[in-house]
């Protein structure tokens, strides 16, 4: 756990060190352009690309960002991200009894990314990509050594993840930014429940407001 911590304080420390460079460097020459400063969040669904009888239809995913505007087009994020991937599944155990359990993969995930965006009045479509690590609650069953029980347990993993995709934002006032993403996650984490990928698709809507 001191492990996840660590990485988490240097990928914002990192994050924090590109702005500073940036700002300092915003500075020099008539052209430059301060920095911009919002604060974004979001909800929406997640959709895994992998069809699976034990994978629900659809998952819960929430979005928090920090979003640094540099120049006209360009733009990074610091981004904390959680999912919850739904799943059933059924279990024999040793007796012979069926054991049937529907719950949800916790995952959440934190990182940095980059984008392009355009400006068409109002409207300014963007597109991006981005790393980060994700942290897994991964259930598996157990029998026990001692008795008939079954025992339902979770083991948290870490994964380094990809993901990009692209978006569109309309500005309705100075404070007040709405934003609608598509995202495609590359998300290398392997259950019991589901022996392969938990790759998927995410459709988020939010806001996002300046912070200074």
Known sequence: MNMRISIMLSVIGLLFTCASQAQAQAGVGEKSRKLLYYFNGGIGVYIPTATHSALGETGFASSFQF???YKKH???RLF???YNIAFHTRYTARDGANLYINGKIPSTMIGIESGYRWHI???SPYVYG???I????VPFLQDSETSKDVVLTTDSQSALAFRSG?????KISKMFILY???QYLSFPVTTQVYNGSLSGVSLQIGFKTPLQ
């Open 67 to 69: 979003q640094i505007d």
């Open 74 to 76: 360009l733009f990074g």
């Open 80 to 82: 904390f991200d959680q």
């Open 121 to 123: 009045k109002r409207f």
């Open 130 to 132: 981005g790393l980060g």
């Open 134 to 137: 994700a942290i897994t609650d």
């Open 166 to 170: 692209i978006g569109i934002t309309y």
């Open 180 to 182: 609608m993403e598509s």
